[in-house]
């Protein structure tokens, strides 16, 4: 073999080595998210402003991708999207599976957490008992909504046996429990179908968060809320682990960074703030807020109490740690309520 043909191959090798193939220092990795919510929601607000952030920081090597409204796939299947890959990265709410998430959904119960930045981050205090309910995927961070009200089309409620016999909307089993419990009808209905609902009387109110009537658009279809904390909505970011493990290290170091603890308590921040701003939207469409008397306040605070004890009772039963759970979370709670 000539010299010079011996240059040109290892000429050649070289730059299929650094040249031909780009290196992970200068791959473009794109992940595609899944979102079930309307493209305004604050938690597709936090999706974009987290891939935006990811992209400057990465140098644009690291793209997200939103798909908003359910297009790739509806509420229901939002875990398996991104267990299965079908999705890189999804939003779930656990409401949507009933039972598929025992112990995250004893967070979901009334009077237990004050808020969704309180919330947020007592779940991620908590993950470790969790992570039997999250076998394939990788959860980037829990959030919690603020507490949700009784909006009501048309009856103001100030009394408990107001409530007997009316038709009431409920995002979850939990909820459903609650409703059953004060004498009302749980209504399963899809949050986008909730206004045409309302409007026709087929339900006569529906347990939901004041961004959440605004995104959905309920202004003109609730006069009265029952401000009550009703119980709170939890979701999880979750990932594919494939996806996360064919990033480089240095990508994966900034998608950790700004999940965990940091990100629940952004997202839970946001959605407090976002409340606030569906709230006065509502009072803006003439929405009055009303509260129980007082004894019904009391009643209404051991009718929630019993409707956790039982559950936890129940999943004890079963084998599973739901008071450990339990008592953990309340501890975090009491924690990260003291913080500013």
Do not use: C
């Amino acid at each position: 073999m000539s010299l010079r043909s011996t240059v040109l191959q290892l000429a050649f090798a070289w730059a299929l080595a650094f040249g031909g193939m780009p290196s992970a220092a200068g791959q473009t990795y794109e992940l595609k998210a899944s979102s079930y919510l309307p493209p305004s929601h604050t938690i597709n607000a936090e999706i974009s402003r987290w891939a935006k952030e990811l992209e400057e920081r990465s140098g644009g090597r690291l793209v997200i991708k939103l798909f908003t409204s359910g297009q790739m796939g509806p509420v229901q299947r939002q875990f398996d999207l991104a267990r299965t890959g079908v999705a890189d990265i999804s939003y779930v709410l656990h409401g949507a599976t009933p039972g598929r998430f025992p112990l995250t959904e004893l967070a979901q119960y009334p009077t237990l957490i004050p808020n969704g930045r309180v919330g947020s981050q007592a779940l991620m205090d908590i993950a470790d008992l969790l992570q039997k309910e999250y076998r394939g995927v990788k959860v980037l961070y829990f959030m919690a909504t603020p507490p949700i009200p009784f909006l009501m089309a048309r009856e103001k409620i100030t009394t408990l046996d107001q409530l007997q016999g009316l038709r009431i909307r409920h995002p979850g089993t939990v909820y459903a429990s609650l409703i059953s419990a004060l004498g009302a009808s749980p209504v399963g209905v899809a949050p986008a179908e909730v206004s045409d609902s309302l409007s026709k009387g087929t339900i006569d109110g529906t347990l939901m968060s004041y961004e959440g009537a605004q995104s959905f658009q309920l202004g003109n279809d609730v006069k009265y809320s029952l401000d009550v904390n009703a119980g709170v909505v939890t979701f999880a970011l979750v990932m594919n682990p494939d996806s996360f493990s064919k990033l480089p290290p240095d990508l994966q170091a900034l998608i950790e960074e700004t999940t965990g603890h940091a990100g629940a308590k952004r997202v839970g921040t946001a959605s407090d703030e976002a409340d606030e701003i569906g709230l006065q939207y509502m009072k803006d469409h003439g929405l009055e807020l009303t509260s129980l008397e007082k004894g019904d306040a009391q009643q209404y605070q051991k009718v929630t109490a019993d409707l956790l004890e039982k559950r936890v009772q129940e999943l004890e039963k079963e084998g599973v740690p739901a008071r450990e759970v339990v008592a953990r979370l309340k501890q975090a709670i009491a924690k990260y309520a003291k913080e500013p």
